[in-house]
Nanobody
Framework: QVQLVESGGGLVQPGGSLRLSCAASGTILRINAMGWYRQAPGKQRELVAT???????NYADSVKGRFTISRDNAKNTVNLSMSSLKVEDTAVYYCNSVAFTSGGLRTSWGQGTQVTVFS
């Protein structure tokens, strides 16, 4: 079982920056991929960015050039540095992991952290 704990959300004005962090714990053998998803009110959850254990990244077109995902494999953490934030980035951001555990392959989600960009 994997537990994901996010931190770093908050309020920011357009053009500002925030950094989200997520730490994974539990009976983890190896984390394959970690990522961030977001869900705005009335919308479906969508991918923001993912990163593999080898460092390969994937970004939603809407955040390319503004957001940067990074991870520390030794600490089982993933971060999302967000800059040039827009009102439309407002959402609950969820950390995600795909990991091999003592119980097999598991996909896990954090509880979410709110990011609000207001003018």
């Amino acid at each position: 079982q994997v537990q994901l704990v996010e931190s770093g959300g908050g309020l920011v004005q357009p053009g500002g920056s925030l950094r989200l962090s997520c730490a994974a714990s539990g009976t983890i053998l190896r984390i394959n991929a970690m990522g961030w998803y977001r869900q705005a009110p009335g919308k479906q959850r969508e991918l923001v960015a993912t990163i593999t254990s080898g460092g390969s990244t994937n970004y939603a077109d809407s955040v390319k050039g503004r957001f940067t995902i990074s991870r520390d494999n030794a600490k089982n953490t993933v971060n999302l540095s967000m800059s040039s934030l827009k009102v439309e980035d407002t959402a609950v951001y969820y950390c995600n992991s795909v990991a091999f555990t003592s119980g097999g392959l598991r996909t896990s989600w954090g509880q979410g952290t709110q990011v609000t960009v207001f003018s």
